[in-house]
């Protein structure tokens, strides 16, 4: 009764803005923004309260306390470490805007302050995230032993809290950027550069953070496996193995504050970029460009909503199938989603009055999120045939697998490509794109905002995986009962599952923020082209030369990364050989592993093999933009956009699946742990590794980071290259 008068109470506070009597403009834009930040506001009570209840739960036994501190202080000396280093080019980028923005005077200024604030609150909503998991872990392992829903619900918790966080913290930041500039006069010029440099303090930190986590998670993961499974035949997550603890907090540092550094700048760029969108689209309307600027506030606030109310459905049965755990937490989703399809249309139609045309953009884009999201489950969730042949192809050794899972991936681009296609394009005439483009690359932009306005429970249902691998290795060190084990392998299991689902989300919303950051700078950047006879033209070698630029820069960067966790890896397992060779004892389990070895050799590795990747994606734009000019750079983010999203989509699903065909061995098919399926396969995961946990999700961030560094230098590039190269 008590969690159902909390859900009464949340769809009461959400639904009293839409009967507010105030009809007129100024009253339901104060409705819209009010909306914004009470949704924000009530995400992040939300999470202090699911924080407060988790803390409370009991960690377990000495031993299972030991175990969770130390991946605990492997994680926080990790962050630390990087969060210093992030620091520092903070400072620079803080500089070099200062000179080229305050030295406008006015609202100039506020554009650095504001990339201060960006950095910073994404590498919070990470850290917070990191923090909560670590706690977690062996608290999830505990409550499993009661049941498979109280563990489900205790690591669930965890993602929620994860998910509240981004979604509160980013919502709340842009409000109050949005309504302190509004306040003091700001044109909506000044708005939108403030808000883009925002957004690339977001960025920046992002990919820094999922580069930095990715090359972390898989150099021990890569380590532990081939060494401990392959080499030593020792189960995952044996205390014997010496890359264990390194292994667990890898999956903090990778996939809980990187996922939530990546997710929190896509929910930021969507909604500045539509906010810019806004502007032009409705110039010259008067009090309706307000409306149409809160409507992205607006919307994301009622996503917060519903994705609240969504978490109170995920649960499930003792004895549940992975059908019916997916299904647990598949149903929390499709609540959201129809309570923000309710709040949607009543909101932008009865208190926005924006029509029903910038609705099915909404609808077009919360429904291309859910495709997007089954249609990754599909192809790596071994519940479903994909992943089965993978598996089944380990029968023939390590070569076929590497083909089929390579041939899985690239199939598996075909669904995500044609989704975002026919969204873009209903988003785009829905609005009335034929009769005005502004309106219909608005309507692109709040397609994406709907694809992301259930992001508090997506990333709950993605943050929650890492909690449950956590789980699975401190049982297994801590030799809990054997149906302690069975229940973690069944979330860890699901996790698997909905971490690759969570990738997928991140690629096609990645994608449509790029295109809507894209679509805003071109209707920055078209006027002055315009004025000084300037054409965007695919048969001019500039635009051309932009174009295979940018198209390029995703292998380049990905080989960047893959080869930063093959050095980070080849140390790894030559640490881990060599305490094996050295320490007597400890296939005996008689003699204890140096794990802080393996810490730091995956701390220092990730730390000097991030920054190159990160400079790319920055350095980029800004050359091309200088020497080949405006319609070059809007090519060069093209070429990146389309190549990236297609590259990306294929890494995460192919080690996906390799990830999941190699436990469906694992559970006794193909001959079980330890044949020569399950070695092959273990291969297989090995090379899906930095596929689908570094060089595949940075790539989402890279192609965002490189259009808000457009946005944010774009006019100056643009003047520069007039000057120097037009007159």
Not at 44 to 53: D, E, Q
Not at 396 to 412: C, D, F, N, Q, R
Not at 418 to 426: E, G, L, S
Request: aromatic share 8%; proline share 3%.
């Amino acid at each position: 009764m008590k969690k159902l008068f909390t859900v009464i109470s949340i769809f009461a506070v959400s639904v009293y803005p839409l009967m507010a009597q105030d009809t007129s403009t100024a009253g339901t834009n104060s409705i819209g923004m009010i909306t914004g930040f009470a949704a924000a506001i009530l995400a992040l009570v939300f999470a202090v309260i699911l924080a407060r209840t988790l803390l409370k739960r009991e960690e377990g036994n000495a031993k299972m306390i030991e175990i969770a501190s130390a991946i605990r202080e492997g994680a926080d000396a990790f962050l630390n470490k990087q969060y210093r280093g992030i620091a520092l080019f903070v400072v620079i980028v803080f500089a070099l805007l200062f000179l080229l923005y305050g030295s406008k005077g006015g609202f100039g200024i506020y554009a650095p302050i504001s990339f201060i604030t960006g950095s910073i609150t994404s590498a919070l909503s990470g850290f917070i995230g990191m923090k909560i998991a670590t706690r977690s872990n062996a608290r999830t392992a505990w409550a499993a032993r009661d049941s498979l829903n109280s563990g489900l619900r205790v690591a669930f918790s965890s993602g929620s809290i994860m998910g509240m966080t981004v979604v509160g913290l980013g919502l709340f930041m842009v409000c109050v950027w949005y309504e302190l500039l509004s306040a003091m006069g700001a044109s909506w010029t000044e708005i939108g550069e403030v808000l883009f440099t925002f957004g690339m303090g977001a960025s920046s930190v992002a990919l820094f953070a999922r580069v930095g986590g990715g090359i972390y998670t898989k150099a021990a993961d890569v380590g532990a496996d081939l060494v401990g499974k392959v080499e030593a035949g020792i189960p995952e997550d044996d205390p014997r193995n010496p890359a264990t603890i390194a292994d667990n907090v890898g999956d903090n540092v990778g996939d809980v504050a990187g996922m939530g550094a990546d997710l929190f700048e896509s929910y930021v760029g969507s909604i500045v970029a539509t906010i810019a969108l806004a502007a032009a689209a409705f110039a010259g309307t008067g009090e309706k460009i307000i409306s149409a600027a809160i409507a992205p506030v607006a919307l994301a606030g009622l996503g917060i909503i519903a994705s609240i109310v969504g978490t109170f459905f995920v649960r499930t049965k003792e004895e549940a199938t992975q059908e019916n755990l997916l299904w647990s937490l598949r149903i929390g989703i499709y609540v959201a989603s129809i309570l923000v399809v309710i709040f949607a249309y009543l909101f932008i139609n009865n208190v926005l009055g924006l029509g029903t045309g910038i609705f099915w953009a909404v609808i077009a884009g919360l429904v291309a999120g859910n495709v997007i999201g089954y249609f990754t489950e599909y192809y790596t969730s071994d519940t479903y045939a994909p992943t089965k042949e993978v598996a089944l192809s380990a029968e023939t050794g390590p070569a076929t697998v590497i083909i089929s899972g390579l041939g899985l991936g690239m199939k598996s681009t075909l669904i995500p490509v044609m989704t975002v296609v026919i969204a873009t394009t209903i988003a785009y005439y829905a609005s009335g794109g034929s009769a005005n483009p502004a309106m219909g690359l608005f309507g692109i932009g709040m397609a994406a905002v709907g694809m992301l306005s259930t992001l508090g429970i997506t990333l709950s249902t993605d943050a929650y995986g890492p909690v449950a691998d956590n789980a699975g290795g401190v049982a297994e060190m801590s030799k809990l009962e054997s149906h302690v084990r069975e229940r973690t392998d069944a979330l860890d299991s699901l996790g698997n599952t909905t971490a690759a689902t969570g990738k997928g989300f991140a690629i096609g919303s990645a994608a449509l923020t790029a295109l809507t950051l894209l679509a805003a700078l071109s209707s920055i950047l078209t006027p002055v082209m315009i004025e000084n006879n300037l054409t965007f033209s695919l048969t001019d070698p500039r635009t051309l030369g932009g174009l295979f630029i940018g198209a390029m820069v995703p292998f380049f960067f990905s080989a960047l990364t893959m080869q930063a966790v093959g050095k980070a890896a080849m140390a790894m397992v030559q640490e881990v050989r060599r305490q094996f060779k050295e320490i007597k004892g400890i296939m005996e389990g008689t003699a204890k592993p140096d794990y802080q070895r393996c810490v730091a050799i995956s701390t220092d590795g990730a730390l000097k093999q991030m920054i190159t990747p990160t400079l790319l994606a920055i350095v980029t734009p800004v050359l091309v933009g200088l020497l080949l000019g405006p319609a070059a750079l809007m090519a060069a983010l093209a070429g990146s956009l389309v190549s990236g999203f297609c590259m990306a989509i294929m890494m995460a699903n192919a080690g996906g699946a390799w990830d999941n065909a190699k436990k469906y061995i694992e559970r006794g098919n193909h001959g079980g742990k330890g044949s020569e399926a399950h070695k092959a396969a273990v291969t297989g995961d090995t090379v899906g590794d930095p596929f689908k946990d570094t060089a595949g999700p940075s790539i989402n961030i890279l192609i965002k980071l490189m259009s808000m560094v457009a946005l944010v230098f774009g006019s100056f590039l643009t003047t520069t290259y007039i000057n120097f190269f037009i007159k």
